[in-house]
């Protein structure tokens, strides 16, 4: 009996000491949009191979994971997001040989390998859709099906729904004798999770590819998943200022965020915990990404989702925003975050305009850096640590369906082109992205300027003051440290974060002009140095505060640390 007892402890310590459980909790996760990061074989097409000679970029500036958009098979109706075989890597990118080559890198660099996973829907071109359309059980289930509508002897839709790129979500089938629903292109039908046999092949992906390595997910339009059981029209949204055929003319209380798309939630949280018990693995992660609003993203956390992706950067703050804003919204956030997870800070992504692009060139390395000093995950996208800025689409450029579909006169409000450019490594052709001097979107011309291996010549560039910051968020003090969100002279944001001795202060001026700082007033101590600097700041690293005359220029930023936190190594376990 003692014996026994003896040999399970010991089992029980090597099995926590091989396990991290929290892993993600204080790390950035780099997004990598793999047709725009890098191209090994000159066809214009970042793939694989490319993404897995670039791995060293992603270790140094200190991110800890990597997001694939997506790599799987797809006619590229929605570049990727249409996908004809959630197991298999689509040719353009590579093979599935590719990928676990850039798994086996990502280990060596100790890079976890994050996928993104669709749930909405798949392409049309997806044998369960042809067999759907065959009516062949069970995939006849598989999608979301209903019969015309007769109007004055008419076929009409079963309904008003609109799909987000425009004109009706559902589309007439002549074979079936149906319509389907698209919440996307029509290239894109909708999966229907009401079908148990399409809810098991699904977690069949995510198990096919947690057994390749895969460390996480991050989950496409969570709040598509389900439809209204009824199929009820959705209420006008009464808005003057859109076309009637546009997403944005109905309200969708029938569409998006139903109660059951948790449940699926729960249940691929249980299937993940479940295979990393067996297999002895850190627990995979599961990011969430839902356009909703606070009390709906917040339930995502409690639903076993541990990075419900926090979007205030992107669509609730901007280069208005005052101080106050963002201390208030901050707060909040950071209050509602369920005890035992953590808070997430979304920088950027690619449906998105760059951050450089919506805050200016220098506020946007305000906010990668508040990303940094806060509590949690920051979630940054490629490119945006060197500063990377929208490249403006003439409409024959453009190839983003949500732009095309948009049509001539609007087409730039909606288009994603702009945010997806490649990535900028130097100064030669195609800015070193590929061999090919014509690339699938067009290089931004900045690149001959704005480049990564340029900046890393140049000491204050975006990338290094990405670089540094970055180096503070394994800290401790940024871990577990206390938090406190003050504003100072209405224009000056301070956050404040305090760990036994080591104490790290960020500086950000929101005005657009200088702010001169008594440095007393503040919860600054005389021992501090400069850490990091943003924007127009002179201040220099490693300089001690000084307690007469602070100035912190306009949309710029400082963060001072105790000495110790300066040279600061990575720390493994915080
Ligand atoms: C996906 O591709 C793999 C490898 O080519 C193949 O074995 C599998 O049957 C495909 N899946 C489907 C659903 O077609
Ligand atoms: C739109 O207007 C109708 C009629 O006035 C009203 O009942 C409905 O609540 C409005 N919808 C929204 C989203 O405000
Ligand atoms: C969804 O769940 C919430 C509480 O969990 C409930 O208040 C609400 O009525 C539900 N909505 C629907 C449409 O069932
Ligand atoms: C996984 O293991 C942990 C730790 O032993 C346990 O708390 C949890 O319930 C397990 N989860 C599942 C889904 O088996
Ligand atoms: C914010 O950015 C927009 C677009 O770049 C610009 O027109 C505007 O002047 C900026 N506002 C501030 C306060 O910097
Ligand atoms: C981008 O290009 C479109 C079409 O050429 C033009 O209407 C728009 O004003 C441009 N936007 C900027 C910011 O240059
Ligand atoms: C291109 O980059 C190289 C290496 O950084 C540099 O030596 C060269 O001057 C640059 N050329 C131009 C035209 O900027
Ligand atoms: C530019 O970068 C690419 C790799 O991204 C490299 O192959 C190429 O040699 C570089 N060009 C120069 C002139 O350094
Ligand atoms: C928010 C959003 O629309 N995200 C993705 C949802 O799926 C569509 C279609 O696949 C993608 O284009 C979007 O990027
Ligand atoms: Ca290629
Ligand atoms: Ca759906």
């Known amino acids: 009996m003692f014996r026994l007892t003896l040999v399970t402890c010991f089992l029980f310590v090597a099995w926590t000491a091989a396990v991290n459980v929290n892993w993600y909790k204080n790390i950035i996760v780099y997004q990598i949009y793999p047709r725009s990061f890098k191209d090994s074989n000159g066809d214009g097409i970042g793939d694989l191979k490319g993404i897995t000679s670039k791995l ?14 997506p790599i799987y098979t797809s006619p590229q109706v929605d570049f990727g997001y249409d996908i004809a075989n959630f197991t298999d890597v689509d040719p353009s990118y590579g093979t599935l040989a590719d990928f676990d080559q850039l798994v ?5 660099l100790k890079l976890k390998v994050i996928l993104d996973f669709v749930p909405n829907h798949s392409s049309h071109e997806h044998p369960w859709f042809k067999k759907s359309i065959q009516r062949i059980k069970p995939y006849d289930q598989y999608y979301v099906w209903r019969d015309a509508k007769i109007v004055n002897g008419k076929r009409q839709p079963p309904n008003n729904w609109l799909s987000n790129f425009g004109g009706s979500a559902w589309e007439w089938n002549d074979v079936r004798k149906q319509y389907y629903l698209h919440q996307f292109a029509a290239g894109q039908p909708d999966l229907n999770y009401r079908s148990v046999a399409l809810d098991q092949e699904m977690k069949n992906v995510f198990t ?48 998006v965020d139903q109660n059951e798309t948790y449940d699926v939630v729960r249940s691929w949280r249980k299937l993940m915990d479940e295979h990393s018990n067996r297999t002895k693995s850190d ?60 808070p997430n800070w979304v920088v950027g992504n690619h449906d998105n305009h760059r951050v450089g692009s919506r805050f200016g060139v220098q506020r946007a390395q305000q ?64 800015a070193g992205f590929s061999t090919n001097s014509k690339t699938w979107l067009p290089v931004h011309p900045n690149y001959k300027t704005l480049n990564l291996e340029d900046e890393k010549k140049v000491y204050y560039s975006p990338y290094w003051q990405f670089k540094t910051a970055a180096s503070v968020k394994r800290q401790p003090v940024i871990a577990r440290g206390s938090l406190k969100v003050n504003v100072y002279d209405q224009k000056l944001l301070t956050i404040t974060r305090t760990l036994g001795n080591d104490v790290v202060v960020s500086l950000f001026n929101f005005a657009d002009e200088p702010v001169t700082v008594d440095a007393e007033a503040l919860p600054l101590l005389s021992n501090m140095v400069v850490h990091t600097v943003t924007g127009d700041s002179e201040s220099r690293r490693g300089i001690l505060v000084s307690t007469d005359s602070l100035t912190i220029p306009k949309s710029s930023g400082v963060m001072f640390t105790t000495p110790n936190l300066l040279w600061s190594m990575d720390e493994e376990d915080v």
């Open 208 to 255: 096919f590819w947690m057994n390749r390595g895969v460390n996480g997910f991050r989950i496409d339009a969570i709040n598509f998943m389900f439809e209204d059981a009824k199929f009820r029209d959705e209420p006008d949204s009464n808005r003057t200022d859109v076309p009637k055929d546009d997403y944005d003319s109905l309200d969708h209380i029938y569409t």
């Open 367 to 430: 906010i990668t850096q508040l990303s940094m000093v806060l509590p949690g995950v920051s979630v940054v996208y490629n490119g945006d640590e060197i500063g990377m800025v929208d490249r403006n689409f003439t409409y024959a450029e453009t190839v983003d369906p949500a732009g095309c579909n948009a049509g001539p006169t609007r087409y730039f409000l909606k288009s994603r082109d702009p945010e997806r450019t490649p990535y900028q490594w130097n100064n030669s052709t195609s």
């Open 56 to 69: 060293e970029h992603v270790a140094d500036i200190g991110a800890k994971a990597l997001w694939l958009s």
């Open 104 to 108: 086996a890198k990502a280990r060596k």
């Open 283 to 342: 627990p995979r992660l599961i990011l969430t990404e839902a356009y909703t609003n606070h009390d709906n993203t917040i339930k995502y956390y409690n639903a076993g989702s541990n990075v419900p992706f926090n979007f205030m950067f992107i669509n609730k703050l901007s280069n208005e925003s005052t101080a106050e804003d963002f201390k208030e919204l901050i707060e909040k956030w950071v209050k509602s975050v369920p005890k035992g997870s953590v």
